[in-house]
C-alpha cells in the first residue's frame, strides 16, 4: 500500500513540502487549503513536474477534509506567518483558531495518523494538536528543534569553512526566542566547538540562530521562512514513513523527562513507524538546564493564554 501523507495549508511551507516528499516519491500526497483553487493549482503544477523527477507519487489538491482520509502522516502548516516585528508568539489567538479546526478534522477522517505540526507558535500549537486530537502523544510532534539545529550548522559552516555535513548541532527548548542551543553537543566532526571558537564567536553564532527566523522575516518584509522549514519537515516525515529510527531534535511531549511535566518541548527523539519512538535525556549543564527551564515557562505561559 502506498503512504499518503496530507498537507493542511498550501502555502509556502506546505507547498514546499509537498515538493520535497512528491519529488522523493516517497508517498502520495493531498495538499489542503480553505482558498479555492490554490491547492488544485500546486497540486497540479507538482503533478505535472513527477515525470521530470521520474516520480510516481500522486498528489491531489483540495478543499475537503474527506479527500485527506486514512492518512498515515497530516503535516499541519495553515496559518499565519510572521510579519516584520512580530514574535511568533503574536500568531497565537489567530493561529489557535486554524490548528484547532484542522485538528477535529483529522481526528475524525485520519484517526491513527501521526501529526507534525509546523505552524507557529509551534510548541503551543502541538500541545493544542494534542489535546484537541486526543491521539497518543507519541502520534502528535512539532518541527522546530531540527530547523534550528540546521541553522546552526550552516552558521557554524560558513565560519569554519567547512561543510555543513561535518557538523552537528543540537539545539533543544521551546522553538521561539529562548531555544536552547547546546554549545557542548555541537562539534565538527566530533571536535567540540570550544575547542575551535572563541566563546564570543561562539556566542555571536548562537545568537544568530536564535534569531534566525526573525532574520529572514525582516529580509522578506511580508511572510516567514520555508524552505528549511519544509526540508526539516520532510526529514521528520521520511524518518517515520521508512521507519529510519532517527534521531532529531523535535517537540515532544515530556511526562517528567529533562525534569518537566505536561508540556511539548524540542528534545531528542526517536523518530519511526510509531512516531516519537523514545525520548533521549542529554546531561545538561547548570546553565542549560536553567534555560531549558525558561523556554519551558516562555510556551506554558501561552498554553495558559489559550486556556488549555
Ligand atoms: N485551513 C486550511 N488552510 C488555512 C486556514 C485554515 N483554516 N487558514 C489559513 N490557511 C492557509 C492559507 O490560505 C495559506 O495558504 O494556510 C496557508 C499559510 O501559508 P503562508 O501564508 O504561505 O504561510 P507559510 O509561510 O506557509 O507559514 C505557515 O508555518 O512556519 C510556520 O510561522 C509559520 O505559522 C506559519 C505557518
Known sequence: ???????????????????????????????????????????????????????????????????????????????????PGMSRDDLLHANAEVVRHACSEISKTSPTAIIIIVTNPMDVMTYLAWKTTEFSCKRVMGMGGILDSARLTAFLAWEFNVSPQDIEALVLGGHGDDMVPLSSFTAVKGIPIANLFTKKKSDALIERTRKGGAEIVALLKSGSAYYAPAAASSHMIKSILLDEKRVLPCAAYLNGEYGIKDIYMGVPV??????????????????????????????????????L
Not at 20 to 38: N, P, R, T
Not at 273 to 297: A, M, P
Request: with cysteine; proline share 2%; aromatic share 4%.
Open 1 to 83: 500500500m502506498r503512504k499518503k501523507v496530507s498537507i493542511i495549508g498550501a502555502g509556502n511551507v506546505g507547498a514546499t513540502t509537498a515538493l520535497l516528499i512528491v519529488q522523493s516519491g516517497i508517498a502520495d500526497v493531498v495538499l489542503f487549503d480553505i482558498v479555492e483553487g490554490i491547492p488544485q493549482g500546486k497540486a497540479l503544477d507538482l503533478a505535472e513536474a513527477c515525470p521530470l523527477w521520474n516520480s510516481s507519487s500522486l498528489i491531489k489538491g483540495t478543499n475537503d477534509y474527506s479527500d485527506t482520509a486514512n492518512s498515515d502522516i497530516v503535516v499541519i502548516t495553515a496559518g499565519f506567518p510572521r510579519k
Open 270 to 307: 526517536i523518530l519511526g513507524k510509531e512516531g516519537v519512538e523514545k525520548i533521549i535525556e542529554v546531561k545538561l549543564s547548570k546553565e542549560e538546564k536553567s534555560h531549558f527551564r525558561t523556554s519551558c515557562e516562555s510556551v506554558r505561559k501561552l498554553i495558559k493564554k489559550l486556556s
